[in-house]
């Protein structure tokens, strides 16, 4: 007998609606279609929503971490601490400057970037770090801080999975020198794609201000405007970075629901781990002491040793159940350009090649509805029960 499928849960759905629908279409109809208005609003609103100085729009954050890493004038030769758990683009922004990103190894609960482990590879030539806060929980910031400012580094936190987050009560984006946000279509404010720089430094403001678009002097974007001028110069070299007005009234919409939206992954998350904390086979996700989580994403891990199947083949059974899983992240140094490039050996990183083994993403968005959450926990214990040793 062939199953049924029941359902189809995707892995992610946006939370966005008729109000973004409106939203974007008043911009199409005001005939202002770039960077303007709505792009000074949503960052203004961003800046005050994480409590920095300044927010600079982009178009993703890989942009945003490249433009941090021109503001800090990273040099070729130089080293750049990223955790090896993650995203390429936190490291592939290193090598538009010809430096080198040195993969660092993860703590095994959180599997955010080991302290410890980025200590022990700094070398003459490290001049910057790049925590990412996995799945939406901060990373330990004061050990972060405490080894950067005693070897002398700068911080650029990659925080495309944490907004909303908070560390010592102190919100993401406002902790360090510059912050990176993704509003990639599945991160926790989706403008399609789209990104955003915080800092409280006006001289980095201004200066990825001006590189985001062409090296051209601030308010560039103005000089179709009836306020601008046909006169412009170009400082330096820059690139094509700007958000567009169209995405930022999606992303002043997404702005107003986010902490609800957070308040909605939340709930769902406990839900899930109340389900799963007393499974001898599963660990759930934790968040640690003094730190809120954006909950972007819920990697439940399996117990390998408790079960007779692995983790491609759970993944294999959950889809032909319908539901909607993936796996964050293939380890850098496990992908062949960082393996080849920069010989990386799996042994050199023996937390993160053990835990990538055994973790899954599983559905979290705010609309799941309560069926969805009972359907996705039933079936993820079924397949855990009927593989238990
Ligand atoms: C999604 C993601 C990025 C890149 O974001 P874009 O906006 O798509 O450029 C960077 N780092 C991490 C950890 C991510 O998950």
Known sequence: MTKVIEKEIPFHLADVGEEEAQAAAEVVRSGWLTMGPKTIEFEQQFAAYVGAKHAVGVNSCTAALHLALDAIGLKPGDEVLVPTTTFTATAEVVTYFKAKPVLVDVDPVSLCIDPADAERRITSRTRAIIPVHFAGQPCEMDAIRDIAACRNLRVIEDAAHALPASYNGIPVGCISELTAFSFYATKTLTTGEGGMVTTDNDDLAKRIRMMRLHGIGRDAWKRYSSEGSWFYEVLDTGFKYNLTDIQSAIGLVQLRKCSQMRDAREAIAARYTDAFSSEEALLAPSVGPCRSSAWHLYVLRLNLDQLTISRAEVI?????????????????????????????????????????????????????????????????????HAASR
């Open 316 to 384: 294999e059974k959950l889809k032909t159940r319908g539901i909607g899983t993936s796996v964050h992240f293939i380890p850098l140094h496990m992908h062949p350009y960082y393996r080849d490039t920069y010989q990386y050996h799996a042994e050199d990183f023996p937390v993160a090649t053990e835990q990538y083994e055994r973790y899954i993403s599983l559905p979290l968005f705010p609309g799941m509805t309560s069926s969805q959450i009972d359907y996705v926990i039933e079936n993820v214990l079924a397949i855990i």
